[in-house]
């Protein structure tokens, strides 16, 4: 079982930029596909960006692409979701996720993290 842990968050201005952290106990997370997703107030969880078990691979939602980029680093069980360029609707809880292989469902989702992002 993977625990993961989301960190980073905060309040920005318009423009700015944060960078979280996904940080996961476990050996077997650098095996796993590992997702982004967000939840503002009111509204349904959404995808944000996906990158794949050895970080070759990388999917974005149009909402970020060009703004938001996922890395990985492995050696520290840890994904990273940079976020450039921030817009007040990019305001919400951040939680990431890890995909079962078999199933393809997202699962261990951690607590979140909140970023405000003020205009």
């Known amino acids: 079982q993977v625990q993961l842990v989301e960190s980073g968050g905060g309040l920005v201005q318009a423009g700015g930029s944060l960078r979280l952290s996904c940080a996961a106990s476990?050996?077997?997370?650098?095996?796993?596909?590992t997702g982004w997703f967000r939840q503002a107030p009111g509204k349904e969880r959404e995808f944000v960006g996906v990158?794949?078990?050895?970080?070759?691979?990388?999917y974005y939602a149009d909402s970020v692409k060009g703004r938001f980029t996922i890395s990985r680093d492995n050696a520290k069980n840890t994904v990273y979701l940079q976020m450039n360029s921030l817009k007040p609707e990019d305001t919400a809880i951040y939680y990431c996720a890890v995909q079962e292989t078999n199933s393809g469902k997202y699962s261990s989702w951690g607590q979140g993290t909140q970023v405000t992002v003020s205009s």
């Open positions: 990158i794949s078990w050895s970080g070759s691979n990388t």
């Open positions: 476990g050996r077997t997370f650098s095996s796993y596909t």
